[in-house]
């Protein structure tokens, strides 16, 4: 197992980065608007009303918080290690 290869491209880094501000956005945007959407409001109501691990108020970390360690994790691998070994 080669992790410079489990790690992907920089294409598949940024296509990750890409999918990370769409969700985003789109989870923000739900949650902000009143419209009834069937598929988000059991989502959006459990993420209200604290029933889900959308925010950890213990820690006070947001779920979006691990997944943007992931992706910095992701870039700096890329971008920093993988250049030096090329």
């Known amino acids: 197992m080669n992790l410079l290869e ?18 985003h956005i789109l989870v ?12 988000f409001s059991g989502m959006k109501q459990s993420i209200q009303e604290g029933k889900i691990w959308f925010y950890h108020e213990k820690s006070g ?14 870039g700096s691998y890329l971008f920093l290690f993988k250049k030096k070994s090329e």
Do not use: C, Q, S, Y
Not at 6 to 23: N, Q, S, Y
Not at 28 to 39: E, G, H, Q, R, Y
């Open 28 to 39: 923000n945007v739900l949650l902000a608007v009143d419209a009834d959407i069937p598929f």
């Open 61 to 74: 970390l947001f779920i979006t918080m691990v997944w943007l360690v992931i992706l910095v994790a992701h």
């Open 6 to 23: 489990e790690m992907g491209t920089r294409a598949d880094f940024f296509k990750h980065l890409t999918l990370f501000v769409i969700v």
